[in-house]
């Protein structure tokens, strides 16, 4: 993709394209591991939410920021893995984090010149947005009347760790993420 | 690699997020129809990661343990104290049990009492929360040629802990008696009145349709029951407390927001089938 932008760079060796491989695979590969390690044994009180949460924030900002290194299929993946991970029914998270990705790719012109402001309270939306559906999902896939408290934890872990979230990403997407920098 | 022209290619971009969105709804209605694939997956996946876990969990759980013991040591005499108190009350008790124990091996010899049988049992450690948002249970990890089997019955040191529902190759997930799905048929130590245990996954279970005439009491002990064979009888559960609504729930005697070590007996009850699929179908009911 960067070797299309027209420029003067160095000779595409192989290290250099392995380089510019890992950069712009980083999103996809940082998000997978954050989700294993989200599900492992940490011992953290609301772990279950704190790992969908990662999943949203992640997907979210990288399709905001830096949509050629998340493709939609990639996030289909990313989706069935949280899914494994978070034992709910399959195919729900997989939804619910396409459809992130599509809102994000849809005002991504529009948000990407705000600050970081209009940014958070757009992910807050969607951090709602999804939980309900994720909530609402799972009732209708289990045959079950859920509590709401879960699903609320869930809203409200995901837009109180975006700030944060968004702070390691943003100088991931500046550095280690840039295949400008290779 | 075929070569499209570039509005060719923008219109495939553009209809790809639509694709996959409807197959997120084939792979939902996939998942529905046949959970044995998403059970599958899900267990070949949690094979794969069971021994990394088990890596990680050791130095986790000793973290938490420096974490425990350096909050101990402000409160080391107080703690001295009452557990000198409850020493001697416990010896109390154990003179109490000896006795009753020597009785009791003496009227089963003259009834002629056939004894239970001892059921095997092997040890797992647990590695992971395998709950998910909406529901409650953990990951076992378990070494190759484990020979564990769906329904069998875990117990951690103090008493019930749940059910085997996923068997994989290195790992096995034990779905908790506080989650929503489990219903475990129990009985009121002092009333002798049978009741259902139903897990909320909040941390208490709640006693419903316990017998016409028995009421459940606060602090009285609560034990499985042999109803429907799906557990043997007298397995510990726990302890009846009433809540602010005067809901009867049970305090249950395994630490389950901290389950170390689970114990898994095999009671042999094969005929028993996972929690998930236990209902008739309405087809099969006729017959």
Same mark, same amino acid.
Not at chain 1, 95 to 110: D, F, Q, Y
Not at chain 2, 40 to 53: F, G, K, S
Not at chain 2, 120 to 147: C, I
């Given at each position: 993709?960067i ?7 160095p000779?595409?060796?192989?290290g250099?394209?392995l380089?510019?491989a890992?950069r712009?695979?980083?999103?996809g590969?940082s998000?997978?591991?954050l989700l294993?390690l ?6 953290? *009180?609301?772990?279950a ?8 924030g992640c997907v979210?900002f ?9 493709p ?6 990313l ?34 010149r705000?600050g ?7 992910? $807050? ?9 994720q909530?609402a ?6 045959f ?5 408290? *879960? ?6 872990l ?12 943003a100088?991931?997407?500046?550095? $280690? ?6 | 690699?075929i ?8 219109a ?6 639509? @694709?996959?969105?409807?197959a997120? &709804? ?8 046949d959970? &044995? ?9 949690a ?5 990394i876990?088990?890596?990680?969990a ?8 420096l974490?425990d013991?350096?909050?101990?040591? &402000? ?7 009452r ?5 001697e ?17 003496a ?6 009492w056939i ?7 092997? !040890?797992?450690?647990?590695v992971a929360d395998?709950?998910?948002v909406?529901?409650?249970?953990v990951l ?7 020979g ?11 008493g019930l802990?749940?059910?085997? !529902?996923? @068997?994989?190759?290195?790992? @096995?997930r034990?779905l ?7 219903r475990?048929? #129990? ?10 245990l139903?897990?909320?996954?909040g ?19 609560v034990?499985?029951?042999a ?9 510990p #559960?726990?302890? #009846? ?20 070590? @689970?114990?898994? &007996? ?9 929690p ?5 179908r ?6």
């Amino acid at each position: 993709m960067i070797e299309r932008t027209p420029g003067i760079r160095p000779r595409p060796s192989l290290g250099r394209r392995l380089d510019i491989a890992a950069r712009c695979s980083f999103p996809g590969a940082s998000t997978a591991l954050l989700l294993l390690l989200a599900a492992g044994p940490l011992g953290l *009180p609301g772990q279950a939410q704190l790992q969908s949460a990662l999943a949203l924030g992640c997907v979210f900002f990288w399709s905001l920021f830096r949509p050629a290194s998340l493709p939609p299929a990639l996030v289909f993946l990313l989706g069935i893995l949280s899914d494994l991970l978070g034992y709910a029914p399959i195919g729900i998270g997989v939804l619910t984090l396409l459809i992130t990705h599509g809102l994000a790719m849809l005002w991504r012109r529009v948000l990407t010149r705000q600050g970081f402001m209009s940014v958070w309270l757009a992910f $807050v939306a969607v951090a709602a947005g999804a939980a309900a559906l994720q909530w609402a999902l799972t009732a209708l896939l289990t045959f079950r009347q859920l509590p709401p408290g *879960p699903a609320l934890f869930q809203a409200a872990l995901a837009a109180g760790l975006y700030p944060l979230l968004a702070v390691l990403l943003a100088r991931a997407h500046a550095t $280690v993420a840039e295949p400008a920098r290779a | 690699m075929i070569r499209l022209s570039i509005p060719m290619r923008q219109a495939l971009a553009k209809l790809t997020l639509p @694709v996959l969105i409807a197959a997120a &709804f084939v792979l939902m209605l996939l998942g529905k129809a046949d959970t &044995f694939i998403a059970e599958r997956a899900r267990m070949a996946l949690a094979d794969a990661l069971a021994p990394i876990y088990g890596l990680l969990a050791e130095p986790v759980a000793r973290l938490r343990d420096l974490a425990d013991s350096t909050g101990q040591v &402000f409160s080391l005499a107080s703690e001295n104290t009452r557990l000198r108190e409850e020493n001697e009350q416990l010896r109390r008790w154990q003179a109490i049990a000896l006795a009753l124990d020597a009785e009791n091996t003496a009227l089963k010899a003259d009834l002629r009492w056939i004894p239970d049988p001892t059921p095997s049992f092997v !040890t797992a450690r647990v590695v992971a929360d395998a709950g998910g948002v909406y529901a409650r249970a953990v990951l076992l990890s378990a070494g190759p040629d484990h020979g564990i089997t769906k329904g069998q019955i875990a117990l951690d040191d103090r008493g019930l802990v749940g059910r085997v !529902t996923e @068997v994989g190759a290195r790992s @096995v997930r034990v779905l908790l008696l506080t989650d929503m799905n489990s219903r475990i048929p #129990v009985i009121l130590e002092g009333s002798r009145g049978r009741a259902i245990l139903i897990g909320t996954n909040g941390a208490r279970p709640r006693l419903a349709y316990w017998t016409e005439g028995v009421q459940p009491v606060e602090g009285e002990r609560v034990v499985t029951s042999a109803e429907a064979n799906a557990f043997p009888a007298g397995l510990p #559960v726990g302890v #009846v407390h009433f809540n602010n609504q005067k809901v009867p729930e049970v305090e249950t005697a395994a630490r389950l927001d901290r389950l170390e070590i @689970v114990r898994l &007996f095999d009671y042999g009850m094969r005929d028993l089938l996972a929690p998930e699929t236990s209902v008739p179908r309405p087809g099969e009911r006729r017959r």
